[in-house]
């Protein structure tokens, strides 16, 4: 399994700190929750602060944009050089206009499901883009509770990948520790974000990104 330790619930104080330390202590992606205060009702970081943590950070960056207007935030992180940034599909008008554009820049395109929008939705997509993120609470917050659908959705998208994109990864956001990891991975599932379990874990972040290297 691969570890995307998502930065939301890092001490925004000490930014720098917190991003080194999920680096150094093994995660495989620093995951970046880019939230406009339109597409959900809440508002995160923007290119001065994300420029910052591509700075600190010794691991490629996963960014998630909770956004309406994906290609304007794409030319923002775009310079950053970013491993994967993914878009919404229930925000995307154009969604393979969007995926073809961020992998002209040089970046793996990723889309992402709400916990409630029909797997079917990105069949036709799935030839387009590297991953498939699928939501496992409803985007905006970090410490919400992981939606157990999730793993069911994951098994019915593997079968459609399977089909359309065998390379295409699955990733689940939202709700993840070591709860819930063994039947994540079973479903398939090759990342996962986890942003208070990691960050509050009581052996401190490198023990909790080991939990979930299943
Ligand atoms: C939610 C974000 C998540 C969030 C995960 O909108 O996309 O990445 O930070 O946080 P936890 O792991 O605390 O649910
Ligand atoms: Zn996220």
Redesign the pocket.
Known sequence: MLVA?????ADFGNLARDVEAICQGGCDYV?V?V?DGHF?P?MTIGPVVVEAVAKAATKPLDI?L?VEDNNFFIDLFAPLKPEFISFHIESEKHANRVANKIRELGIRPAV?LNPHTPIESVEYLLEYVDMVLL??????????K?IPSVVERAVRLKDLILRRNPQCLIEV?????DQNIQELKKAGVDVV????????HPQGVAAAIESLKV
């Open positions: 330790p998502s930065i939301l619930s995951h929750d939230m959900v809440n998630h909770m992402v939501m496992s609470v409803n985007p905006g917050f970090g410490g919400q992981f956001d939202g709700g993840v520790s974000v986890a942003g208070s379990y990691v960050y509050k």
